[in-house]
């Protein structure tokens, strides 16, 4: 069923009497579209939208994002409803680590720390030892001990990046993100040839060869920070382009330029379709109708929980 709104009242006047009505709270992603950044009650990245889940006083949790941040927040509060517009918003990176495989890797090798990217199932999450995003992978990593063995998952190139940074060798999980593995290298020299005072930023999702040029490699509030506090005043951004909404509103006064996908499309930058299946008028249905829902057994919240706890505490 499909709730209309009274015509009177526009959608985001419906969403805040809601909201109101039932204690819920929107947890937007900076990839969201902006009309659903402009209605959420806190966006951030996910290191930070987990935090905000973890703390939130809110009966109802609305995730608008994808399907494993919605996971996080229920794993982080099982008596809670915790709602996600549209259950297809899934993710390729979560997508690239079956649990079946990965237990098999896991067996092979018994005496290696699992870390996993939160981008991954609640499953996986159950077989990780601690779980980190990429705000805090570096102190996560440096927190293993030295001498113990580490498979990193399901990221291959967060956990390329990661061992350049700390040095450390790991068992990588070959798996990617189709957004931050769809830049291509050649159009954005060309743009950079275009605009030579540039910065170009990238996430660290992002292929080798894209990071190689960057002149500045971080998370999503990263890069945001870098962005507000730099002398700098033109930057390529190698990220999903919704983050450019928020990073546009911080700076107006600088330029943002996404940086090109390899394959011609009409926005010239790499749009998360995972993220975009939510619309304002989803988000508005599924708090309406308090549905869909995530919902996970006790005995697997139980066990994914601890792992997230574990880089809630580092963090
Ligand atoms: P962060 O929000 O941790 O930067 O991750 C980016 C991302 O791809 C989320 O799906
Ligand atoms: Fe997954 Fe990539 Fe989309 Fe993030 S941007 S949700 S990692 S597919």
Known sequence: MTVSTPPEFTLQEELAQL???KNAVI??????????QEVADFIGDSLEL????????????????????AETAKILNPSKKV?????????????????????ELKKQYPDHV??????????????????????????????????????????KNLGKYLMQKTGRKMLLWDGACIVHEAFSLDKLLELYGQHPSAKIIAHPESED?????????????????????????????????????????DVPW???????????????CSECAFMKMNTL?????????ETPEITLSQDLMKKALRPIERMLELS
């Open 19 to 21: 909201k109101k009505e």
């Open 27 to 36: 947890l937007a992603h900076y990839y969201q579209e902006p009309e659903i």
């Open 50 to 69: 987990a935090k905000k889940a973890a703390e939130t006083p809110a009966d109802i949790i609305v995730f608008a994002g994808v399907h494993f941040m």
């Open 83 to 103: 709602l996600l517009p549209d259950l297809n918003a899934g993710c390729s990176l979560a997508d690239s680590c079956p649990p079946k495989a990965f237990r």
């Open 114 to 155: 699992v870390v996993t990217y939160i981008n991954c199932s609640a499953e996986i999450k159950t077989l990780s030892d601690i779980v980190c995003t990429s705000s805090n992978a570096e102190k996560v990593i440096n927190s293993i001990p030295p001498e113990k063995p580490i498979i990193f998952a399901p990221d």
């Open 209 to 249: 060869h894209i990071l190689k040029v960057a002149n500045y490699i971080g998370s999503t509030s990263g890069m945001l920070n870098f962005v507000k506090n730099t002398e700098h005043d033109t930057f390529i951004v190698a990220t999903e382009a919704g983050i450019l909404h928020q990073m546009q509103k």
């Open 254 to 268: 600088k330029t943002l330029i996404p940086a090109p996908a390899k394959e011609d499309n009409t926005c010239a």
């Open 281 to 289: 008028e989803k988000l508005y249905n599924c708090l309406a109708e």
